[in-house]
């Protein structure tokens, strides 16, 4: 688990998916639908100001009887928002995504946006790591493996 999130990225890809807070509620979901995504950055140019999520739609929008065609993303959306670095590891993320109750972290390196971890990423990564040891293990035990 000392696997940095730089690696995850290798393997996930590093495309990003954002929107600019100017955008209305319903355009944002709609472009969330379109990528399959439950959450998206919200930059204003290239820096990062927020991240609109399925749970801000619910709680800010749904919740609050906002019309989402007139709703703008700025005024709904998380700001504050938690980030990692591509050195972080997967433990450190796993941690945040615990402790802080998120689902999704934008990675940054050196200022810039590099790419986005879910909690599904790192999910995977784990069950993939986990296979391949217990693979590792079932070939030295039936000898196909040398020590």
């Known amino acids: 688990m000392n696997t940095s ?9 590093t495309a990003v998916h ?10 944002a979901v709609a472009e969330m639908n379109r990528h399959r995504i439950g959450a998206i950055v919200v930059l204003d140019g290239r820096r990062l100001v927020g991240i609109f999520t399925e749970r801000d739609v619910l709680r800010r929008v749904v919740g609050a009887n906002l019309d989402p065609r007139r709703a703008l993303v ?3 959306m998380s700001t504050g928002v938690l980030t990692v670095s ?16 998120l689902r999704h972290l934008p990675v940054i390196n050196g200022g810039e ?18 296979a391949a040891e217990a693979e590792h293990l079932r ?5 196909a493996v040398s020590v």
Do not use: C
């Open 113 to 130: 946006l590099v790419g986005v971890i879910s909690i599904g990423d790192i999910t995977r990564w784990m069950a993939d790591s986990h």
């Open 86 to 101: 591509p050195e972080a590891t997967i433990e450190q993320a796993m941690n945040i995504f615990t402790e802080k109750r």
């Open 139 to 143: 070939n030295y035990i039936s000898g």
């Open 18 to 27: 954002s929107i600019a807070p100017t955008l209305s509620v319903s355009d």
């Open 5 to 13: 999130i730089s690696a995850l990225l290798e393997r996930k890809g």
């Open 74 to 76: 700025a005024d709904v």
